[in-house]
Every structure is written in structure tokens, then in C-alpha cells.
């Protein structure tokens, strides 16, 4: 039943995932042409987690959807709606979000994935956060996860290097009024979709012999362009929702960034105006891990405490679409 009024929707629980095994630079020197200064000189990346051959994104998400339902103290039957990010489901279908539902239990809760690549996370959160404040649902749970490495080219220097597995999840509900989600923002520019994509296996180019002999099964990136669009967004879209809840970027506490590269990271600290130590960074040890980014981050901050009740939190990520979106946050804590 909706209810009459507006509830207050936040994150109440984080947790994620990440494989045990570590693919570092010196790795891919052995692999294809590239060295650990280059990569750590354009990007800041030095090692990124690699899921093995008996392992998807399922898997992954449902450990870190049991993670985040310990951490609030909630059981599966308490789930109403499970949201799976991701641009690496198991399959076609059945979703990606049914089969996390059967592993960890959530006979209760309806499921399905959103695809908006490194931005899926983001959407995820303001479309959960619509269920909870007209009372549709009462507790959602948005997973961030990916196994970008089975779709990496790894003869393609440009991209392999870049990308890391891992999944990241948050449980959504109604928490006090004047805390949790203040305003969020999306976006998307599908003009520019060319410019990141994984080009077959769709409707489009179905799987056959062609398709695979010309390598379209992995992603293809137009680096620069990509790189461009990412400076130009980033600031914008955590200035766009902090203007939507009348706040300006001095009020803003701690800054969770999508981890894809350093420099564009740092060109939205410049923006924002926000001091380094109040910006977490993890892409030196996980790489870009698209949908799972944030959500892995927004964990690692929370489990290290750094998150404190009343701060302003703001999200941002941009992805493939290409598509940005964003999020600000009065923080509490609500743990075990």
C-alpha cells in the first residue's frame, strides 16, 4: 500500500566482495605491451582482482549481498526488491538479480538488472530511493557488480589494463527525516554511445564465426573521448545534485568518486574544491570495476569508520551510454 506521505529513503547496511586473485602490472607487462609506469603515470592503477573461470557475477554479488545483509542485521526474507548493476550478467536471462535472489533466499523480493555500465550503480540507488520514499517497498537491496575481465581484449593494451572485478552492495530503507538520500541526478548522452561499447553478442551482432575472428566480443574505447566527456562530468553532475537540495560544495564532508582514473578523479576534487583526505580512493588496487566501483568504495569507507553521522556524502560516477549520475547523502550510521 503507498502511503500518503513522503518517507525518508538512506542506506542503512554496505558490504561487498572482491576476488582473492590480483593481476598487477607487472603482470600485464608480461602479457602485452605496456609497463607499470605507464599505467600508473596515465591512470594510477596498480593491481585490479580477477574473477577465475568458475566464477560470474552471481556469484560474486551474492557474497556481497550476504555481506551487506550481516552488517545490517536483517534477514533475506526481509528483501523486497533486489537491483543488480551490472553490464557482465551471467546470462541473458534470467536476470542476474533472480538468480542473487535464489542464492541468498530473498523468496520475498521482485528482481531484475539495470544497465547503464559505470553509472548502473548510481541509477540503481535513485530508483530505489523512489520505491522507499512513496512506501512502495520498505528495504531494497542495489548491488554493484561485474566480472569485466572475461569481456577484456587482452592483446588490446588500452583497455585490458584498465578494468577489475568485484561487486559492492547496499541495503535501502526508511531512515530519519532530514538523513539518508537528499537528491540524486541522471543523465545520459546517447549520442556519444559509439565511444564505449562491447560491439556483439546482442541483437545487433549475434554471436557467429565473423564476430568472434574480428575480436567484437570484448570492449572496444575510444580513450580519449571517453576521457574528455569524464572530465567535463564528473564535477558537473555532483554540482547538479547538490544544487537540487539547496546545498553548494563547501558543505559537502566526504566525496566517493567512480574509480576509473586519477586524473579525472582529481579534476573533480579541483571543482568541488574538496581536500584529498576527504576523497576515497581504492582505484590503485582494484582498477575500474564499472558498476561495482562506488559501491565497493562506499563499503571500504564505511567498514573503515571514516563516514560520520550528519556528514555529506556525495557519489558520482559517469559510464557507457554514455551516462553520468549522482547522489548526496546526509550520512548516519546504522550498524550491527
Not at 20 to 47: A, K, P, Y
Not at 212 to 218: N, T, V, W
Request: aromatic share 8%.
Amino acid at each position: 500500500m503507498l502511503s500518503n506521505s513522503l518517507k525518508y529513503a538512506g542506506i542503512i547496511a554496505t558490504g561487498s566482495y572482491m576476488p582473492d586473485n590480483i593481476l598487477t602490472n607487472f603482470d600485464l607487462e608480461q602479457m602485452v605491451d605496456t609497463n607499470n609506469e605507464w599505467i600508473i603515470s596515465r591512470t594510477g592503477i596498480e593491481e585490479r582482482r580477477i574473477t577465475g573461470d568458475d566464477m560470474a557475477t552471481s556469484d560474486i554479488a551474492t557474497k556481497a549481498a550476504l555481506n551487506a545483509l550481516y552488517n545490517a542485521g536483517m534477514s533475506p526474507e526481509e528483501i523486497d526488491l533486489i537491483i543488480v548493476a551490472t553490464i557482465t550478467p551471467d546470462m541473458a536471462f534470467p536476470s542476474t538479480a533472480c538468480i542473487v535472489q535464489k542464492n541468498i533466499g530473498a523468496k520475498n523480493a521482485a528482481a531484475f538488472d539495470l544497465g547503464a555500465a559505470c553509472s548502473g550503480f548510481m541509477y540503481g540507488i535513485t530508483v530505489a530511493e523512489k520505491f522507499i520514499k512513496t512506501g512502495y517497498y520498505k528495504n531494497i537491496m542495489v548491488i554493484g557488480a561485474e566480472t569485466l575481465s572475461k569481456i577484456l581484449d587482452y592483446t588490446d593494451r588500452n583497455t585490458c589494463v584498465l578494468f577489475g572485478d568485484g561487486a559492492g552492495a547496499v541495503i535501502i530503507s526508511e531512515v530519519e527525516e532530514g538523513y539518508g538520500v537528499l537528491s540524486s541526478c541522471m543523465g545520459a548522452n546517447g549520442y556519444d554511445g559509439h565511444l564505449l561499447t562491447l560491439p556483439a553478442g546482442g541483437s545487433r551482432r549475434p554471436a557467429s564465426v565473423e564476430t568472434i575472428e574480428e575480436r567484437l566480443h570484448y570492449i572496444k574505447m575510444d580513450g580519449s573521448e571517453v576521457f574528455k566527456f569524464a572530465i567535463k562530468t564528473m564535477g558537473q553532475a555532483a554540482e547538479d545534485a547538490l544544487e537540487k537540495c539547496g546545498l553548494t560544495k563547501e558543505d559537502v564532508d566526504f566525496l566517493i568518486p567512480h574509480q576509473a582514473n586519477t586524473r579525472i578523479i582529481d579534476s573533480a576534487v579541483k571543482r568541488l574544491k574538496i581536500s584529498q583526505e576527504r576523497v576515497y580512493i581504492n582505484l590503485n588496487k582494484y582498477g575500474n570495476m564499472s558498476a561495482a566501483s562506488i559501491a565497493v568504495a562506499l563499503d571500504e569507507a564505511n567498514q573503515k569508520q571514516l563516514l560520520k553521522d550528519g556528514d555529506v556524502v556525495v557519489l558520482v560516477g559517469f559510464g557507457a551510454g554514455l551516462t553520468w549520475g549522482s547522489a548526496v547523502l546526509k550520512w548516519k550510521n546504522y550498524r550491527r
